[in-house]
């Protein structure tokens, strides 16, 4: 303890973060470094393997609800003119025709961007899907014996290697966002909205396969650490609060018995992200891609009664804002399909983080929009983005925003001694213990599980989870201690706005006269992260701590005292998962 005393802080995370990495792995990027870097590796999470019949690109387990209909769209104009009334703009009925001109005599300024921001929206490349590959000599006089000997040779007699082009077997990270829509590829995410990506058409082992070779990819190719030198280090796991137990043992599995890692910790995101910004009581708002979560933490431990999720995050701001651009008829007359072709969300959201922003009054920007519809040649068109203050509202009013909806994972999922979501039995009649009813159906709110809300802003979810504390001294350091998370917690304007809601929402009854949004000075998406990293390196003792040889024999049983103290989804009940 005197060496953690005098010890500068740049030192210790250099010399006990030297073997540690730390994967914060998410809905649309996955965050891995070791724990002595200053920032992580921020890849996309998803994987393309080649198809060996021909065939165009194929995105694996596409939303069912690609359109919304028009309840769904009557709905989104009716928040849009709420919003619109209160950032004191034209309604969506109100728009003239002059806003179908390229460029207005008045523009709104796009005030705090720097000049690398606005390069965000510039021209995405197509990925090579093509590999060299060296046929040797020996394959050559196979192939090539009829030829003439005195063409086939080099001057020193040797006959010369020579190259082949193929397909490249597999495409990581935002390649394989980019690869041609005519090559023969298909690209899969293992995780959305914040759980495994299970369907009928990506089953379990496939998931934990690409899982697998994903972060096997990054830990090989990113971090340089061979397969055989994995023994060495140790790996923190930091997950968001809407896996469950299931998927969290799946994902030990994978790090400890694939991967090979020496020892494994889990941290939950919003524990982390309080330790990330030197906090112990703070109410962490995580606004991820998919999913927005909303924790209380009091004294380093996260309160599991405060913890709430809401289906919507960036990926569906960047969708609100397309929608928003074509009623203004500003969007050019491009085919841009954002569920269809990945190429496009990615200038979706550049174009995004690159221009929206929370701010009373008309907001406009000009923007060079791509059209992807054809590889050969990519149109481009300067063109005005209106409107800009609406999308980001949606967090507000979240009828603006229509998530995706999936089908539900299929019922062999949840055949395990701790099941995802729900308790299923089998009766003697053959008829399932829930009843007969759909597995999202019978989903019980237990006090140990995440509570999950479809409807409900995020305004009202912090007010929620901070009032569910019950306590009076406690709820007024969290309401002057709400701390944005996630890469959506950058949006220029969003603290002030969600300070003057959340204090105009608190009932009256309650003794509360001040409510503030911190700001923090590290990149609020890479903060879990660097929590994780902390505690890492603080965890002297590693109690918690899971050994390779134990988890791939016994898994954690009964007795053995050791369990995760720092996931409630974990210690809410002795671990007694045996692996098979």
Known sequence: MDYLKT?????LMAERGA???????GSTNVRMGLASQDMPFNVPHCIARHKNDAGKLSVRDQRLNCRAGSTHNAEREKAYDIIASLLKIPFLNEVSSAENQPLPPKMGRVDGLSSQQNKDDSKLTWTDVMDKSIKSSTSIESSDADEDPSQSTSDDGKRPNSEEMKYKEMIFGEDALKIPPSASYCLSRPIRRGHFNISQNYPLHQVLEDLRTIWNWMLTEKLLINPKDRNLYSVILVLGETFDNREIKEMLSIVLGDLGFSTAVVH?????????????????????????????????????????????????????????????????????????????????????????????GSFDAVAHVHSYEHEKSVGQQKTRLSALSVPPMGLLYPRLLIPEEYPPPPRPWFQDCDDMLEDTWQTNDGVSGNGGLGAWDSYQMLPTRLKKFDNIGLVEAIVSSVLSTGRVDL??????????????????????????????TIP????????????????????????GVILGVLDIGRDAWIHREDWIKNGVHVGSGRKYKDSYFLQSQIMCYYNT
């Open 7 to 11: 010890v500068v802080p740049s030192q």
């Open 19 to 25: 073997n540690l990495v730390v994967i914060n792995p």
């Open 268 to 360: 939950q995101e919003a524990l982390a992200a309080a330790f990330g910004n030197g906090l112990s009581t703070t109410c962490v708002v995580n606004i991820g891609a998919q999913v927005t979560q909303v924790v209380c933490v009091e004294d380093g431990v996260a309160l599991p009664h405060t913890a709430l999720a809401l289906p919507y995050g960036g990926d569906d701001i960047s969708r609100c804002l397309l929608w928003v651009q074509h009623r203004h008829r500003t969007w050019p007359s491009f085919k841009t399909e954002p569920m269809k072709r990945p190429m496009d969300m990615l200038m979706l959201n550049k174009i995004k983080e690159a221009y929206s922003q929370i701010r009373s």
């Open 475 to 504: 709820q007024r350091k969290l309401f002057c201690s709400i701390q944005l998370v996630g890469g959506v917690a950058s949006t220029a304007g969003l603290a002030p706005v969600l300070e003057q809601r959340v204090l105009n």
């Open 508 to 531: 009256s009854n309650q003794p509360v006269e001040r409510v503030v949004v911190l700001q923090s000075g590290r990149n609020p998406l890479f903060i879990p992260w660097k929590g």
